[in-house]
Structure formats: C-alpha cells, structure tokens
C-alpha cells in the first residue's frame, strides 16, 4: 500500500474511532437527565399504563424520572415519526405498537418513517390477545360453527374498532384462511363497537381481551375463541382459532420499545436491562396481567425478528384485501 493510500485509510478510521469513543463516554454517563417515552395513544388507555407503568419501575433503576408523553393521532403516526426525528441520545423512546410497526407502511402511501431504518429495537414488552366473540343471537357456539355459518352466503357483518386496526386485519386474514364471506363495519374505537355488537347490530368481532372479556362474563356477549396461537393459562376451557378449524392461525397485538436508528449500543444495552427488570418485577407483572396484557421481555433481537416477520403477513392481508389509508 502507498503512502498515500495509507492516508486515505487512516483519515476514515480516525473519524470512526473517535466517534466510537464518543459514543461510549456518552453510555458511560446515562442517563443523567429524564427519559421521554412517547405513547402514540391519549392517556389513560392500556397503552398508555403500560408506558407508566414500566417506566415507574425503570425509573428506579436507572436513576433518573422517566416521563411519558403522550402524542396521538393517525393511528401511531405522529408519535413514531416525532421520535424517529429526535436525537438519537437515549433520552426520546417510542412505545411502538404492531400498528405502528408492521402495518402502517403498508396501509399508508406516505408513511412519515420507515419501521426498519429509522428505530433501533430496545425490548418487546407485551403481547395482548383477542377473542372472537359473537352476539347471543347469533347461531354459532363453536368457531367451527361461524365459519360454516359464514360459507353459506347469508349477509353477515362484522365490526371492527377502525379501517386498519387489529380488530379488522384479523377480521380479513380470518376469511383470507377460511374463505369465509362477511361485511366489514368500522366503528370509531373498539368500545362503540362492541355496544353495536351487544345490541345486535352487527354479528361478530375479533376485540381485544380487555374490553370485550367483561361483556363475555356478564352474559352479553358470546366468546368463540381466542387469537393467540396457544390457549391463554387464565382461560383454559376457551380454545383457540388455530384449533378450532383455522390451523396456523394468530392474531396478537404487541408493544415494544424504540429509540431513534444511531442510538450507540451501549445505551441500547442499558435500556434493555431497565426495561427486563421492570418486567420481571412481581408488583409490575401482576398489574400487567390483570389488564389482559401477556408480559414478554428479551433481548432487542426478539423484537426486531417480530417486527420483521408481522410486516410481512400483514402487507399479504392487506394487499388482498384492497386495503388503503389516505
């Protein structure tokens, strides 16, 4: 190699080594001001307790207030653009959802972030299943049932808490599997359309565990089954939608936790013990539980390989299905 090339050389690995060194000084410090983590949902919702309730905990551990903010609208959009956009420092988080995550850049044409380049993946938190449940009236006390009912061709219609949402993507990969025929009805959140469903004005739902399991409890509802791919320890007897006729069959809703791409890793590792310690405490884990919320934990990895594989199942199911958000 020439002297000249050698130079060459030397200028672009000082710039890489003294970045690098940077970035550790700056690991070796955090945190050492408040942490933000941004929820993408209006307070008081499960996302948003789950946000505080970890970050409560963490916020113990690493010795500093780790604060949420909560900035809502277009279904994740404006949180998880406004975090992509911030310093990549360790101190802006995203409470992604799998909307958020692996959905949207398939149901948006100009979606303001890339899921895959503009987060580096901290921890995967928390899954929460679904049940499919029907109106009393109804005639279908199986899943097995439904799907015969719905093969006859008889105008049926189900709800959904929104064009895009979970409810109504697992509306649709139900039919893709089964080849069912059903109406889709989006409702304004998943409340008012459960309360058309208990009055009988529409006929089935796929609704997240938390609201619709009371309604199923007090008789109001009817639950089939549930989503998840194997069936839930608290609800033993209710079996799943894989067994019940629609092998290889799973909706899950789940949440993780981002920071903006460029984070160093360092800072990254140090998240990831924060948030393992917060989900593995007893008083968080129990809270957690009783909100319907399965309590994950893990390396970074886990969340990335999810991202990765949920983005693609659900860009076949919405492709098929003509789905599109302006």
Not at 20 to 28: F, K, Q, R, V
Request: glycine share 10%; charged share 15%; proline share 8%.
């Amino acid at each position: 190699m020439n002297r000249w090339a050698m130079r060459i050389c030397a200028a672009a690995i000082l710039p890489l080594a003294a970045s690098s060194a940077m970035a550790d000084d700056a690991a070796a410090g955090y945190p050492d001001k408040p942490i933000r983590i941004v929820v993408p949902y209006p307070a008081g919702g499960s996302t948003d307790v789950l946000a505080r309730t970890l970050g409560q905990k963490m916020g113990e551990t690493l010795g500093q207030p780790v604060i949420v903010e909560n900035r809502a609208g277009a279904s994740g959009n404006i949180g998880a653009s406004y975090v992509a956009n911030a310093d990549a420092d360790g101190y802006t988080l995203f409470l992604g959802t799998s909307t958020a995550l692996s959905v949207n850049q398939s149901l948006y044409q100009d979606l303001p972030y890339d899921p895959q380049k503009d987060f580096t993946p901290i921890v995967l938190a928390a899954m929460l299943p679904s049940l499919v449940v029907v109106t009393p009236s109804l005639k279908a006390g199986t899943m097995q049932d439904l799907t015969a009912l719905l093969k006859t061709g008889k105008a049926i219609n189900y709800a959904s808490a929104g064009s895009g949402t979970p409810s109504h993507l697992g509306g649709e990969l139900y039919k893709r599997m089964t080849g069912a025929k059903a109406m889709h009805i989006p409702y304004k959140g998943g409340a008012p359309a459960l309360t058309d469903l208990v009055g009988g004005q529409t006929s089935y739902m796929f609704a997240i565990l938390p609201e619709s399991m009371p309604l199923v409890k007090s008789g109001q509802l009817r639950a089939l089954a549930v989503t998840t791919s194997k069936r839930l320890p608290a609800y033993p007897d209710l079996p799943t939608v894989a067994e019940s006729g629609v092998p290889g069959y799973e909706l899950i809703g789940w949440y993780g936790f981002l920071a903006p791409d460029g984070t160093p890793p360092a800072i990254i590792g140090k998240l990831n013990d924060a948030f393992n310690n917060a989900l593995n405490d007893a008083d968080v884990h129990k809270r957690l539980a009783g909100l319907g919320f399965e309590v994950e934990g893990g390396p970074p990895r886990r969340l990335a390989d999810l991202m990765e594989s949920e983005s693609v199942k659900w860009k076949q199911v919405i492709d098929e299905a003509g789905i599109k958000l302006d």
